[in-house]
């Protein structure tokens, strides 16, 4: 059973950042897999936020945080993380982890205008 562990959310004001962490254990074989971030605002969809290719290192973003987020990982430690810089009100949302078809509990980022 993959176990996936989201940390670092929190308050921040607009224009601050955030660093997300998402730790992954449980099955020796999700090493290789790519990693994903996604979030859900209140009342929306879940949507596609960054994800990274695990042996490449090769990252792609959503058009809305391109430029501001940056999706990296630890290939020893079996994290990705997720820098958030300037940040704006409509960042707020729970930020979920993923390597398919695993989830992380999610953590809740607010962004105060």
């Known amino acids: 059973q993959v176990r996936l562990v989201e940390s670092g959310g929190g308050l921040v004001q607009a224009g601050g950042s955030l660093r997300l962490s998402c730790a992954a254990s449980?099955?020796?074989?999700?090493?290789?897999?790519?990693r994903g971030w996604y979030r859900q605002a209140p009342g929306k969809e879940r949507e596609f936020v960054a994800t990274?290719?695990?042996?490449?290192?090769?990252?792609y973003y959503a058009r809305s945080v391109a430029g501001r987020f940056t999706i990296s990982r630890d290939n020893a430690k079996n994290e990705v993380y997720l820098q958030m810089n300037s940040l704006k009100p409509e960042d707020t949302a729970i930020y979920y982890c993923?390597?398919?078809?695993?989830w992380g509990q999610g953590t809740q980022v607010t962004v105060s205008s």
């Open positions: 993923n390597i398919h078809p695993w």
């Open positions: 449980g099955g020796t074989f999700v090493g290789t897999f790519d």
């Open positions: 990274i290719n695990w042996s490449s290192g090769s990252a």
